[in-house]
């Protein structure tokens, strides 16, 4: 272990700064094969920077990645996984409705077996023995949305270990885990380490680090401090080391004594479970800390206070009154507000100006009726960013030209302005200068020291211990602990935060259930389908209930299961088109043309398909490149494709087609509608595409999750040309039996089909948000939309309201998807 | 100059372009109509534009529909149910035409209402809620009557759609009335700043305590009552209703509101730019029928034209592209 050999990896001098913070600052260090490396530091200090830079998701400003003393680049995460180093980050970026096993199996490929088809028993059982050789054994068929965030972790970790890294960086993997699962963990990395793979492991948890690292990197600032032989340092050394200076100076939070109380949580429950039991009470003049890890709860405590999430009990009491309806609106109007932990997602308006962002929740109180004041707006906002040292060019600049910190400090503007009596801040300083930080502590001081209250949620120990009068630790939903700062230890603090080993994973039990409702979505609707046509049955029996009719239905319901089809490949791929009923009419032209000039049959059917297969592929060419929201070219071509259509005909009816083209459609093989055949062959083609082929399931991919799609190298622009052009060719067969079985195309041939197409996808468990579709769904869905117009015509309402019944239908199929999705989170 | 200056530059820069090019499309008009610049021929067009009111009144709340990034595919719907219910609560139920007027209005504003319940509370995409309310709309127009017209709308209704007032038609008043509120509320209200804001950022807007599902529910009501004006203007104009009315308008109001420059992305809004749009559109619908351009082939042209513009406005907004932000470094 210790002869003179190439390190796995080395990095020289690596940089990186983000709009003037610089994350890394020259950092060189060098990683051993086959050891377990510890990499720690304060938040802020650059690990998470070095690892996205190592593992491809950033490029380095300047420095060099040596790989086994081979030079690397790497611009994007597929170099990174090519070269075999791997990452398990602390919040998974999987595919939600794809199983576990795909998932983990999805980047290198899933395994092919007979006939060139996917072979899902080796997925299953490949993706199984990797979990157990973690010691872990678990349902990997699941969809990975439906399963914790423990287990997701695990399932990373393990396709890692399958896909052979010889370099794997673990992201505070102990996070979301249990004691139990922990110590499993921290065997299979000794394992893995003996095997050979490197391992560098990055987390706060220094017991861990001391117990399972060979050696270890502390970062500070951005820059490398140490590395050395974990054995040869304490963990008292080794955070000396990470902090690196006097706490005093950095946090100038002055005693106050605290006057009356503010806000007062009563055994708080979150309705999802996230936090349970929580009191606690915040008085003016005084810092409340809440201390924890990732997944303690304490943001969605902060949230549910603000009233951004429901309680599920519990009471929120202010100066000492409960208070009855939670909402943002009037928390804000009784003197509580909320600084979100996510500046980016959650806070700033980027585009917008410096004034707009500081005033938005003042905006409506400030104006005389609705006009709003903009000289005083822009007064207010000049003073109040000279009081807080805002930086910045012009009032009317765009907020995201400004640094982090500065972001932050107009957001805390943006709360001051309400004159709040209590400020909840979550991670004020995360991701931001130390500069801003020092002002940002004493701006919360000041303000504490004027007789308003602060509740500030840190995962910065020092900064939680240095600027609370009190603080509690949050751990797994519960307080796990209160304490006075300045007389307790750190190392005090920092323990209360950890789960032990009789705590439990989030219980599956809910994850099960939501399968198990995804399963009952799909099974009643062939119930209704079933149900619908009994009920037809017995009130038309004449009408209805003959084999003859059935199979007309079933025959009619062709055309639109083609198109269902193809809204179901585009929609599960995260498009949407609805051109495709003037795609239809221009396809089914040019094939009825073709057809009377005595065109061969089968050339006139290629040509009808390949037209609809290029018009699909405009619409996709003029997404991707012309970067424009598919709803908005579909429209557009929709006009398009049908003025082109009454250009190839003239405006002329096209009809009178031979007998030998009609005969495509009409009589019996072997006792079924040769419509009924066709359909089999398309759904059967269909679910091969979809369930057994690797294009299928990217494209089923890049409509899931496409930030993971990308992540894992799949060309989203590709998949979704294949999605348009195939709809096109679908809906351009349509058209040759729309024009064999109707025997007429006019102007008016399939206007407002697409609709019908879109209702049948969604009906069949199509959501329209992408990542879901089957090729039966799809079939069911036509059916079922086939069933409701022959059930109008029976019953003897008019045809004119067959499309308010289609657009009812897709009202309610995806208000319930809506709220079916909404209760399984 | 920073990039905040650059930017107006450029928005400024493209209301101009707009001008410039309505500027060609009447210098075209002079070209193609017989005797040239003569006043014949300006009052026949100022005659004509009040044909072009329908669309320039809703696209106003289109524009901001849009610029909080949602979007409304019903309105062509609303119309022609608005329109429909006029002539049913005259023709069938005997009301008299001005209070069968608000009624049909009130049934749109409904209409519009239930579009904004359902993106708004019920959280809905506007999208796909709209695309099925299209069809929802259209088909209780169409059913209520059995898809038959009715006509014969008495001669004191025709003012709305036809009628003058103080030289200009009425319909243009309307319609200029509608735009100038329009950009009060954008402008000068704190609603407009919300809606830009939400259009921004959608979550950040409900962390910032906006009152978000009502501001989408109101905007889309508000929709749903031009519809309803529209609709009357509509039935006046051509004293009639019938439920085929206005098919492929939605197409033609977004590309008004896609030409004026307002991203579908939403968080910018320009409804002087949206103004110029409709001029645009209907200046060059003029022209073509001036010499005589096949009606068939004029939604190729505005289907072109969208795409055209929708490209342009997204080529323009990314040469300011955003510089990387600094929250790329979260805690190591």
């Given at each position: 272990m210790n002869r003179p050999t190439l390190p796995r990896l080395e990095l020289q001098g690596l940089s990186k700064s983000y709009g003037g913070v610089?994350?890394?600052?020259?950092v060189s260090l060098d990683v051993r094969p086959g050891e377990v490396h510890g990499l720690v530091g304060e938040n802020g200090a650059g690990k998470s920077t070095l690892v996205k830079i190592v593992t491809g998701a950033v490029t380095a400003d300047a420095g060099n990645i040596y790989l086994d003393g081979d030079r690397l680049h790497v611009r994007h995460p597929r170099d990174a996984s090519d070269a075999g180093i791997a990452v398990v980050h602390q919040e998974a970026e999987l595919f939600?409705?794809?199983s576990l096993a795909e998932n983990m199996l999805l980047g290198q490929g899933l395994p092919i077996g007979r006939w060139g088809l996917i072979d899902w028993k080796q997925t299953y059982t490949r993706a199984e023995q990797a979990i157990e050789r973690l010691g872990e054994s678990f349902?990997?068929?699941?969809?990975?949305?439906?399963?914790?965030v423990a287990r997701r972790t695990l399932a990373e970790i393990a396709a890692a270990v399958d896909q052979q890294a010889r370099l794997l960086f673990l992201d505070e993997?102990?996070?979301?885990?249990t004691h139990l699962e922990s110590e499993r963990l921290f065997e299979q990395i000794r394992r893995l380490a003996a095997d050979g793979v490197t391992i560098v492991y990055v987390s706060h948890r220094l017991e861990e680090i001391q117990r399972i690292c060979d050696r270890v990197t502390i970062l500070r600032d951005g820059r490398h401090v140490l590395t050395g032989d974990v054995e040869s340092l304490s963990t008292k050394q080794i955070v000396a080391h990470m902090v690196g200076r006097e706490l005093s100076q950095v946090f100038p939070k002055t005693s106050i004594s605290p006057g009356d109380e503010v806000l007062r949580l009563e055994r708080v429950t979150d309705t999802a479970g996230r936090f349970r039991d929580v009191s606690l009470s915040v008085h003016r003049g005084e810092i409340l800390g809440i201390y924890g890890l990732v997944g303690a709860g304490r943001t969605e405590l902060a949230e549910a206070t603000f009233g951004l999430r429901p309680l599920a009990s519990g009471c929120v009491c202010l100066h000492d009154r409960p208070i009855r309806a939670l909402h943002p609106a009037s928390m804000m109007r009784q003197g509580v507000v909320y600084l979100p932990e996510d500046r980016l997602v959650h806070g700033?308006?980027?585009?917008?100006?410096l004034t707009l962002n500081a005033t938005i929740a003042v905006l409506r109180s400030w104006c005389p009726g609705i006009l709003v004041n903009r000289q005083r707006n822009v007064t207010a906002t000049r003073d109040l960013f000279d009081e807080l040292r805002v930086k910045y060019?012009?009032?009317?600049?765009?907020?995201?030209?400004?640094?982090g910190g500065n972001q932050q400090k107009v957001l805390f503007a943006r709360w001051l302005l309400t004159e709040p009596d209590l400020l909840i801040v979550d991670e004020?300083?995360?991701?931001?200068?130390v500069q801003a930080k020092i002002e940002l502590h004493r701006l919360m001081d000041q303000w504490a020291g004027a007789g308003k209250a602060v509740l500030m949620i840190s995962s910065d120990l020092p900064e939680a211990i240095g600027m609370s009068d009190r603080l509690l630790v949050m751990r797994e939903g519960r307080i796990a602990g209160d304490f006075l700062p300045r007389e307790t230890d750190e190392a005090e603090v920092a323990e209360a935060a950890l789960p032990d080993a009789t705590s439990l994973a989030v219980a599956t039990g809910s994850r099960a259930q939501a399968a198990a409702v995804q399963w009952l979505r799909q099974l009643s609707l062939v119930a209704a389908l079933v149900m619908l046509a009994v009920v037809l049955a017995i009130a038309e029996p004449e009408k209805f209930a003959s084999l003859s009719n059935f199979q007309d239905v079933a025959a009619s319901a062709a055309i639109p299961l083609l198109m269902a089809l193809g809204a179901t490949l585009v929609i599960a791929s995260g498009g949407i088109d609805i051109s495709v009923g003037s795609i239809l009419a221009l396809c089914a032209a040019v094939c009825g043309i073709a057809v009377n000039r005595q065109f061969p049959l089968p050339v006139a059917v290629l040509l009808a398909v390949v037209s609809g297969a290029l018009l699909g592929s405009l619409n996709a060419l003029l997404t991707i490149?012309?970067?424009?929201h598919p709803i908005i070219v579909t429209l557009a071509t929709l006009g398009v494709y049908r003025g082109l259509m009454r250009v190839v005909t003239a405006e002329k009816r096209i009809e009178g087609f031979p007998d030998h083209f009609r005969l495509l459609t009409e009589g019996y093989w072997c006792g079924v509608r040769p419509l009924i055949w066709y359909s089999l062959a398309v759904v059967v083609a269909g679910t091969v595409f979809l369930r057994y082929t690797r294009m299928g399931r990217s494209l089923l991919a890049v409509g899931d999750s496409p930030h993971a799609a990308d992540m894992i190298g799949l060309d989203r622009a590709r998949l979704q040309l294949v999605a348009f052009a195939t709809c096109g060719a679908l809906t351009g067969l349509a058209g040759v039996f729309w024009a064999a079985s109707y025997g007429i195309v006019d102007t008016?041939?399939?206007?407002?089909w697409e609709l019908k197409a879109i209702a049948a996808a969604v009906v069949g468990?199509?959501?329209?948000?992408?990542?879901t579709g089957t090729a039966w769904g799809a079939a069911i869905g036509a059916l079922l939309m086939e069933l409701i117009r022959n059930g109008l015509v029976i019953l003897g309402?008019?045809?004119?309201?067959e499309g308010f019944f289609v657009g009812l239908l897709i009202l309610s199929v995806v208000f319930v998807d809506h709220r079916l999705r909404r209760a399984a989170t | 100059m920073n990039a905040s200056g650059i930017l107006r530059r450029l928005l400024r820069a493209r209301e101009w372009l707009l001008a410039l090019v309505l500027a060609v499309l009447f210098i075209w008009f002079t070209c193609s109509a017989?005797?040239?610049?003569t006043v014949h021929n300006l009052s026949n067009l100022l005659n004509w534009s009040r044909h072009w009111a329908v669309a320039g009144m809703l696209s106003v709340p289109m524009t901001l529909i849009i610029a909080t990034g949602g979007i409304d595919l019903s309105v062509a719907s609303l119309v022609a149910l608005g329109g429909m219910v006029l002539g049913v609560l005259w023709g069938?139920?005997?009301?008299?035409i001005w209070w069968a007027a608000g009624g049909g209005m009130m049934v749109a504003t409904f209409g519009g209402a239930v579009n904004g319940w359902l993106s708004g509370?019920?959280?809905?995409a506007p999208l796909v809620v709209t695309l099925a309310t299209m069809a929802v709309y259209r088909g209780l127009a169409m059913g209520m009557t059995e898809s038959k017209p009715i006509t014969n709308?008495?001669?004191?209704?025709y003012v709305v759609g036809q009628g003058h007032l103080w030289g200009a038609p009425l319909q243009l008043w309307l319609w200029g009335t509608v735009t100038v509120l329009g950009i009060l509320v954008l402008h000068r209200t704190w609603i407009g700043d919300s809606l830009i804001a939400l259009g921004e950022n959608p979550r950040a807007a409900r962390y910032a305590a906006l009152p978000v599902d009502a501001l989408i529910f109101w905007l889309y009501a508000a929709n749903g009552l031009v519809a309803g004006l529209a609709a009357a203007v509509y039935v006046a104009q051509y004293t009639g209703a019938n439920p085929?009315?206005?098919?492929?308008l939605e197409l033609k109001v977004i590309a008004c509101v896609v030409l004026g420059g307002t991203?579908?992305?939403?968080?910018n809004a320009s409804i002087v730019g949206t103004l110029l749009g409709v001029l645009i559109i209907g200046m060059l619908e003029y022209n073509l029928d001036l010499i005589e351009f096949?009606?068939?082939?004029q939604p190729v042209v505005m289907g072109g034209l969208v795409i055209v513009a929708a490209i342009m406005n997204e080529t323009l907004a990314r040469r300011d592209e955003r510089s990387p932000i600094a929250v790329e470094g979260q805690p190591a």
């Open positions: 610089q994350s890394l600052a020259d939600p409705h794809l349902a990997v068929r699941t969809p990975a949305g439906n399963l914790s993997p102990s996070a979301a885990l700033i308006f980027g585009q917008l100006s060019r012009a009032v009317s600049q765009p907020i995201h030209l400004l640094s004020p300083t995360r991701g931001i200068d490149v012309g970067k424009i008016y041939t399939a206007e407002g468990g199509c959501l329209i948000t992408g990542g309402v008019s045809a004119y309201w | 017989r005797g040239g610049l069938k139920v005997g009301w008299n509370r019920g959280k809905l709308i008495p001669a004191s209704f085929n009315m206005e098919m492929g991203r579908i992305t939403g968080g096949p009606k068939k082939y």
